[in-house]
């Protein structure tokens, strides 16, 4: 087995042409990595190669071109697969992003769910993994049942088993708060859903950046992440699922490649999976760029990155906690959480003070995050928030608190 090679910032960082030169010549500290993050130099070049030496659409061509598609996005999907820690690759299927891999559960699976049956999400929910189960509720009947937070920010696990019951179908859940941090535990939530034959789905945008996953480990049966936060191109997203649910699942969409045949007196037949969720021409080169990403992301030393990043977790919450009228919500400790920051400042707004500390090369995001609900459970309107990638370094973070200095002493 490739042992990585021990960890080091500066190199790490120096694989990002855009942080080695930035836009406009000045520095840029990007901690919007939670929203986007950024291309590296393995994955922009596998992009290149693919779109000039190979690109043709894949599946049906006989040309050697369409032939050369059609081996590297299958090399992608096996990719993603051992990235996942899953030994078939044809339980991968590609989407467009995490909004448009819960939606085909939420359609395909949900499509055999009605009224009397129980849906589990929770307030620390992004909108993607909310509405699509507000949508189904609406059209099958069925219930949607909200897990509450803790006022640190994480899954009330403690009221897990009051929520669960025979008539819960599925519990769809995040693996990490795009807002607070918090990383939830899996185990319980799955013995939960064991306990009365639900299903579980895991919305992995936030921690499928933060190093190789082990989903037969966790035991559960969907999981949902985007490339674009895992280093890979935009346009591109993963949904895994187990084999003989995808296959008893209906498509989501229909159309050309997901089809077996097509009649116009004995109707159509659909492919097995993956095909059969992946109609029309897929974003072959943006799955080219994941499948490069996450062998670039695998090869990372990530129990050094882990320790790099709680450091400049902990620099961030302990430069807030010396802030006067600096609020965090989610965890002010580092157990249990990843490199993401959300807070507010006394008396000024989040888009305020994003544009100010954008002035200084500070990219930040501001506002709800797309978690309304959550936003209105600790009583604001929106935050600012920080969010780490192993790219990041001291620098960074030293810009992001001598902003937030100034910006109290400019807007007070």
């Not at 994955?43 to 690109?55: F, I, N």
């Not at 690759?89 to 049956?117: K, M, Q």
């Not at 400042?345 to 797309?370: E, F, N, T």
Request: charged share 20%; glycine share 12%.
């Amino acid at each position: 087995m490739r042992v990585p090679k021990p960890f080091d910032p500066d190199h790490c960082r120096s694989q990002f042409p855009i942080l080695t030169e930035p836009p406009g010549g000045l520095p840029l500290h990007y901690l919007d990595n939670a929203a986007t993050a950024q291309l590296p130099a393995a994955v922009l070049m596998a992009v290149r190669r693919h779109e000039t030496m190979a690109r043709a659409n894949v599946a049906r061509g006989v040309h050697q071109l369409a032939e050369a598609a059609t081996a590297a996005y299958e090399d992608a999907r096996s990719a993603v697969a051992d990235y996942l820690g899953v030994t078939d690759a044809e339980e991968v299927i590609f989407t467009g992003g995490t909004t448009a891999s819960i939606n085909l559960v939420a359609y395909s699976f949900g499509e055999r769910l009605g009224p009397g049956d129980e849906v589990l999400v929770s307030e620390l929910e992004h909108h993607s993994n909310l509405v699509p189960w507000q949508m189904l509720a609406t059209r099958r009947g069925v219930a949607l049942k909200v897990l509450p937070v803790t006022d640190e920010g994480r899954l009330d696990l403690e009221r897990l088993p009051a929520m669960v019951s025979k008539r819960t179908r599925l519990i769809a859940l995040t693996h990490c708060s795009n807002v607070t941090g918090a990383i939830t535990d899996i185990g319980p939530i799955v013995a939960a859903a064991r306990g009365v034959g639900a299903r579980v789905l895991i919305d992995g945008a936030q921690r499928a950046p933060h190093g190789p996953l082990d989903l037969a480990a966790l035991g559960i049966d969907f999981y949902a992440f985007s490339g674009h936060k895992v280093y890979a191109p935009n346009g591109v997203g993963v949904l895994w699922g187990r084999r003989e649910l995808l296959s008893a699942m209906p498509p989501f969409l229909g159309g050309g490649g997901m089809i077996a045949q097509v009649d116009l007196d004995a109707g159509t037949t659909f492919a097995d999976i993956p095909r059969r969720f992946e109609p029309g021409t897929p974003p072959i080169a943006q799955a080219v760029g994941l499948g490069a990403a996450v062998r670039w992301v695998k090869a990372l030393d990530w129990a050094g990155i882990a320790q790099h990043e709680a450091r400049l977790t902990g620099r961030i919450l302990d430069g807030l906690g010396a802030l006067k009228g600096a609020r965090v919500i989610g965890p002010t400790g580092l157990q249990g959480r990843l490199g993401v920051v959300s807070f507010t400042l006394d008396g000024i707004h989040p888009h305020d003070l994003c544009q100010w500390l954008d002035r200084k090369g500070v990219a930040l995001r501001g506002g709800h995050h797309c978690a309304q609900p959550l936003a209105r459970r600790f009583g604001v309107a929106g935050t600012t928030r920080a969010s780490l990638a192993p790219y990041n370094n001291d620098a960074d973070v030293d810009a992001l608190l001598a902003g937030l200095e100034d910006a109290m002493k400019r807007f007070k």
